[in-house]
């Protein structure tokens, strides 16, 4: 008795095969859609100059990472399908073992996308230093040789921020702000544990660490309310140790200064002793007046005991000159 004709079963292998890839490419799609569906896209489109160009580095290499890794995964297909084993026309060379044009293909075109990578880390590592200056407020315009930054010193505490002011005489608890189109000076520090001061808007993340000095040199472009945060973990009140960072115009800046000076409270030795015990989500407190070496008492640990507190003269170092020695 002869058997009945049915489907190849190649043919059904493939049939199945074609599905599931059909499936996985959608539901990998699906997927991406939901969880970028959430995301921002902050550090994408900045606020601030120095951002921007982190971002355009972030792309930049990106795309020159894909170069690679684009081919490479479309050959796996192509080499998938074309050698399969029911595709008898594909060649079938078992002694094949070298091929020159081959392996310069495979090494010459990873190498130089490591050379382009390399000289793009390199001149941005150089060009984005955050203890670097700004020469430039945006693309098309420099700083004026007679504009003074903006100083604002921060102090990560647990789990809030303290962001003191200097020039102006004030500080302000979990809020921060800055005049748009002025070089701003962030000089960062921390009371007990590391942290990493981040502003997506403004510019990359800076290290916090107690006893030293960092900086962060940025620019902010446009006027905004903007989410400021630790990207370092430091604990348990760590997922709430956010702020404000407003970008404002010259006038509403200088209102702002104005309403933070009207506030009552002092920031001295006395209150900040209070200021550093653990609290979590701690409301906005601003300080109308401030003792003009807190944040120096600060940097270097003597809050709580003046007399120890090293002259002047003796800065305590700030961590560019930890890298540079």
């Known amino acids: 008795m002869e058997a009945s004709a049915g489907p190849d079963i190649n043919d059904v292998t493939m049939v199945s095969f074609l599905r599931l890839r059909s499936l996985g490419i959608g ?68 002694d094949w073992d070298h091929s020159l044009h081959l392996e310069l293909a495979i090494w010459a075109a990873p190498l130089l996308i490591v050379i382009a990578l390399g000289a793009l880390t390199w001149i941005g590592s150089h060009t984005l230093d955050p203890f670097r200056p700004l020469h430039r407020i945006d693309a098309n315009r420099t700083v004026a040789a007679d504009t003074r930054p903006l100083i604002v010193d921060v102090v990560a505490l647990d789990w809030k921020w303290l962001f003191i002011y200097p020039a102006q005489g004030i500080a302000v608890e979990n809020e921060a702000a800055a005049p748009i189109d002025v070089p701003i000076r962030f000089r960062i520090t921390s009371e007990s544990v590391m942290n990493a001061f981040f502003v997506p808007a403004l510019a990359g993340q800076v290290y916090a660490m107690p006893g030293m000095r960092s900086e962060l040199n940025a ?4 006027p905004g309310d903007f989410r400021g945060f630790s990207s370092s973990y430091s604990g348990a009140g760590f997922s709430h140790m956010e702020f404000r960072f407003l970008g404002m115009t010259s ?31 701690d409301p906005v407190r601003r300080y109308g007046t401030i003792d003009p070496a807190i ?8 809050v709580a005991s003046p007399r120890s507190c090293p002259p002047p003269s003796r800065a305590a170092p700030s961590m560019a000159d930890g890298a540079a020695q």
């Open 27 to 94: 539901g990998t799609a699906a997927i991406a859609s939901a969880l970028l569906c959430g995301c921002h896209r902050t550090v994408f489109d900045p606020a601030g100059y120095i951002a921007r160009q982190q971002g355009r580095l972030v792309v930049t290499s990106t795309l020159l990472m894909l170069l690679i890794i684009f081919p490479v995964i479309l050959l796996t297909l192509f080499f998938a399908w074309h050698y399969r084993q029911s595709n008898t026309e594909a060649d079938y060379r078992p």
């Open 219 to 222: 620019v902010i472009n446009h």
């Open 251 to 281: 006038e509403r800046f200088a209102q702002w200064i104005r309403q933070n000076r009207e506030a009552p409270a002092r920031l001295d030795r006395e209150t900040y002793l209070r200021l550093v015990r653990p609290s979590i989500a």
């Open 295 to 302: 944040f120096r008492s600060i940097v270097d640990r003597c």
